[in-house]
């Protein structure tokens, strides 16, 4: 056997036929094009209104306070209603920031239990929580009422914040479940050896490992409490106590209840910019926060 049929024997093995390039090319343009398509139609189904009323609270239209020109007329419109809108937005801004923290506090702590404790009836106190996704909003309202009422808490955004945490409860506490669930055991197991109390093994060892699924909770609290209508709609009465989107829905002119259409535009881009806003900064964390419980550790 001569040495170039040696050498073609031991390298053809071996050998696997590459693809032209433009053929894998041209494959991952054919499969890429309905993703692409799919994802713009999305895109422009959800920006496009938000688009336009921010373009339409700033142009000039018949019937509002911006007739002549583009200007921020409709915004001091917002300004100049009832209480202000800095008063309003002070009340939203409460109403969130409270919302959050209850719901970060009692979710961390009944996540935490729920997946690194055992004691009796665990699981059906657990499914007994997310039974409150099957009780229709509405229909607990009035009596939330008459109980805030009893305890002092009627007309608060206290009472509030209690009623839109209550409702966040349910997400939340499997969010954190499973969050907690998919740190590895050894981490904690390895924090109570070195000394550290059960307290200390979450605070130093595994808040950090959850940080994502507590900013996942965090944000879909905040977006909540921020854009509720129905609850203060039905547990607020004063008007210096009304939240922002309410105050957006009231927002009227002075003849025959026709609507301000201007200034109620610029409410809404009032409203939604901070949550695109803080959706953008934290969307990294919001989406690691979802996937981390697909995997266990």
Avoid at 10 to 18: D, G, K
Avoid at 95 to 120: E, K, N, Q, W
Avoid at 189 to 217: F, H, N, Q, Y
Avoid at 254 to 273: H, I, K, R, S
Wanted: proline share 5%.
């Amino acid at each position: 056997m001569s040495s170039q049929t040696l050498t073609r024997a031991l390298v053809a093995p071996n050998a696997r036929p590459t693809a032209p390039r433009h053929r894998s090319t041209a494959k991952r343009l054919v499969y890429g094009i309905p993703y692409w398509v799919f994802t713009t139609a999305l895109a422009v189904i959800f920006l496009y209104p938000l688009i336009w009323t921010g373009v339409s609270s700033v142009s000039p239209m018949a019937g509002t306070s911006q007739t002549d020109g583009w200007g921020f007329g409709n915004y001091a419109a917002l300004g100049d209603y009832q209480a202000g809108i800095w008063v309003y937005l002070w009340n939203t801004l409460f109403l969130a920031l409270l919302t959050v923290v209850l719901t970060l506090t009692i979710s961390l702590l009944g996540g935490y239990a729920f997946a690194r404790f055992r004691f009796p009836g665990k699981n059906a106190l657990f499914l007994l929580v997310l039974a409150i996704l099957m009780v229709p909003y509405a229909t607990l309202l009035i009596p939330l009422y008459v109980i805030l009422n009893a305890v002092g808490l009627q007309n608060s955004l206290v009472g509030v914040a209690l009623v839109v945490t209550m409702f966040q409860l349910p997400f939340s506490m499997f969010m954190m479940r499973i969050s907690f669930e998919s740190v590895p055991r050894e981490l904690d197991e390895a924090a109570l050896v070195d000394g550290c109390s059960s307290w200390g093994a979450l605070w130093r060892v595994m808040l950090p490992a959850v940080k994502p699924g507590m900013i996942t909770v965090g944000l879909f609290a905040f977006l909540t409490a921020w854009n509720d209508f129905f609850a203060p709609l039905i547990l607020i009465n004063d008007t210096n106590r009304m939240t922002l989107p309410l105050a957006v829905a009231n927002l009227r002119g002075q003849v025959q209840g026709v609507v301000d259409y201007g200034a109620t535009e610029a409410g809404v881009v009032v409203l939604a910019l901070p949550c695109i806003v803080l959706f953008l900064i934290l969307q990294r964390h919001y989406v690691r926060g979802f996937m981390s419980g697909a995997f266990k550790g």
